[in-house]
């Protein structure tokens, strides 16, 4: 069997997929890829299932070498990456040959960077999924040292590139009303959504914790809710006032009062807030949010159709009446 | 509380995607059961649209497509499927079991007994006597995989959450607070009481069922030696940690 083999690891790299949906009554939550979208672009790019495995590598990346030649694509976060010293483009397919290493360093912005592989990573699933899960106790961090065993990929077309927009720098985030929201005064909401947040540095995969200047947020009857269940997306403020959006690898259940909740199409912007990124929410009608999720599912429909062939540049190409596309010597300008 | 009163049961909006249906704003025997065979109807109805349901300690809540059924359609749907009966008279689920999980109370491996005791006004013996024959029942399933919220305990046992959290406790930690037990089934961090620690594991990923426990199953916690309970870790390989379980109904 191909494999990828890890010979460096940055400290939170893990195996994700779309994650197993449909067991909250177990108190299992869905966890899967921190960035969805990314999933997406990377299987877009290698013209694949988008149920396949990648790695998902948080604020850095590591160094890889593969068995056989194989696919790759490189999607979320940008990180500095390159095979043998020659730098790869993001948003881009690629192609590793047996001795040569592919370097992925830190985030240019943004938070989750995707490594994903032609055929996907075939680690054995656990409860229908391959995603690391590790509040659940569920699979673990990826390791220097591994061997990440990869399923089989029959394809074999040259580079592709993705144009994507920045999700990746904070923003503006939308949010509809969720259960507790009214017990938050109009001010408060108000004040609420003239804030300026930042991702907290305790970020992680289970929720963003938000740090802003001035006063925390207060709900009447803050500490005195039964517990109910929890979603990614939610904001739960806590009892000294602090907002969380919580992620894919949040509990199931929490009393905390949520004074809303990010649309899923705005999710990804959340998580992939880097250091010192600037949110900021807005609540919009319930209409406004059904028309961002058919746009988004939309999007992601169609994302597939959209990867390009990457122009290739003839300086990359000393020897052009040599040149094979499968050599993966391919580079790309901006889209 | 034995049928809909104070506003109760409630239909709220949970964001884009969800539905809450509340039973009660404080647990309950009747929300907890009115809840359990709510959620239950929702599935046998399968609703279009609804696509996972779950329930907590008094609510059920209902993930759907809003792209498939319009939430204004299915908040109708799930009024008038409310307005069939009195939920809160409803019978607890079928094929309820009964487990004796041993448990060791106090000592090393569950420090805050001797406090807890205190802040229940008895000693610790008369503690230990008191939890360890009592009949708890699955009200949830919750917060971490296959983990049991566990009541209602005597009215003593109306304890407030720790201000400040025990740093970690570990998997198969029996906890007290608010009149229930919880068993956890990962290490956590908790503003629980620590009193007593089992060896059963209430998540087994790798297991043909890696969620033993279901809401409705009753649970004791006889009280064991910790001779006992280190003979039965050593041994167990099942994650039962020495419980049985017997159907009841």
């Given at each position: 069997m191909r494999h990828l083999v890890v010979t460096r690891a940055g400290p939170a790299m893990t195996v994700q997929d779309g994650g197993r949906l449909g067991m909250l009554m177990e108190?299992?939550?869905?966890?899967?890829?921190?960035?969805s979208v990314a999933l997406a672009e990377g299987a877009a790019l290698l013209g694949q299932s988008v149920d396949l495995a990648a790695l998902e590598m948080a604020g850095h990346g590591g160094a890889f070498t593969v068995s056989d030649t194989t696919r790759i694509a490189l999607t979320g976060a940008p990180m500095r990456a390159d095979i043998d010293g020659k730098s790869l483009p993001w948003n881009a397919s690629h192609v590793i040959a047996p001795g040569q290493t592919l370097t992925v360093g830190g985030?240019?912005?943004?938070t989750y960077g995707y490594l994903h592989l032609g055929g996907g990573i075939a680690t054995q699933p656990i409860l229908g999924s391959r995603a690391a899960h590790l509040v659940a106790g569920i699979g673990g961090l990826v390791q220097a040292g591994d061997r990440l065993p990869l399923g089989p990929d029959a394809r074999t077309e040259p580079g592709l590139v993705l144009g994507v927009d920045d999700r990746f720098s904070g923003g503006a985030i939308r949010i509809v009303e969720s259960a507790?929201?009214?017990?938050?005064t109009a001010s408060e909401r108000a004040r609420f959504e003239a804030t300026d947040f930042t991702r907290d540095v305790r970020a992680n995969r289970m929720g963003v914790r938000l740090t802003m200047e001035g006063e925390g947020f207060a709900a009447d009857r803050q500490l005195s809710i039964l517990s109910e269940v929890i979603v990614p997306g939610d904001i739960q403020v806590t009892g000294d006032g602090t907002p969380f959006v919580l992620l894919p690898?949040?509990?199931?259940?929490?009393?905390y009062p949520r004074i809303g909740t990010v649309i899923p199409a705005d999710l990804p912007a959340v998580a992939q807030a880097g250091p010192g990124a600037l949110l900021r929410f807005r609540f919009v009608s319930f209409e406004e949010a059904l028309e961002a999720e058919r746009r988004h599912r939309t999007m992601l429909r169609d994302l597939p159709r959209r990867p390009r062939h990457a122009v290739r540049?003839?300086?990359?190409?000393?020897?052009l009446l040599s040149y094979?596309?499968?050599?993966?010597m391919i580079s790309a300008h901006d889209t | 509380m034995t049928a809909a009163q104070g506003g109760f049961p409630a239909i709220r909006t949970l964001g884009l995607t969800g539905l809450l249906v509340s039973f009660a704003d404080q647990l309950s025997e009747p929300a907890n059961r009115a809840a359990l065979a709510f959620r239950a109807a929702v599935e046998r109805e399968?609703?279009?649209?609804?696509e996972e349901t779950s329930t907590s300690l008094a609510s059920v809540f209902l993930r759907f497509d809003p792209l498939a059924v319009a939430p204004g359609d299915l908040r109708e749907r799930i009024a008038a499927l409310l307005g069939t009966r009195d939920w809160y008279s409803a019978p607890l689920p079928a094929n309820r079991r009964r487990w004796r999980i041993p448990t060791v109370y106090g000592t090393d491996l569950a420090p805050q007994l001797e406090e807890a005791a205190e802040a229940a006004g008895m000693t610790a013996d008369a503690a230990v006597a008191e939890l360890s024959r009592t009949t708890v029942r699955v009200l949830t399933i919750g917060?971490?995989?296959?983990?049991p919220y566990l009541g209602e305990l005597?009215?003593?046992?109306?304890l407030p959450r720790q201000?400040?959290?025990?740093?970690r406790v570990p998997e198969g930690a029996l906890v007290v607070a608010i009149r229930q037990f919880v068993l956890f089934s990962a290490p956590t961090p908790t503003g629980?009481?620590?009193i007593g620690q089992t060896?059963?594991?209430?998540?087994?990923?790798?297991?043909?069922?890696?969620?033993p426990l279901r809401p409705g199953d009753e649970l004791i916690f006889p009280a064991i030696g910790r001779d006992e309970f280190d003979q039965i870790r050593a041994a167990?390989?099942?994650?039962?940690?020495?419980a049985t379980v017997e159907t009841i109904a």
């Open positions: 108190g299992l939550s869905r966890g899967g890829a921190a960035d985030c240019e912005k943004g507790q929201s009214a017990l938050f690898e949040c509990q199931t259940t929490g009393g540049d003839p300086r990359d190409m000393p020897d094979r596309l499968i050599d993966g | 399968g609703l279009p649209g609804v917060f971490a995989p296959g983990q005597p009215p003593a046992w109306d201000v400040a959290l025990t740093r629980w009481r620590h060896a059963f594991r209430a998540f087994r990923p790798q297991s043909e069922t890696p969620f167990d390989t099942s994650g039962d940690g020495g």
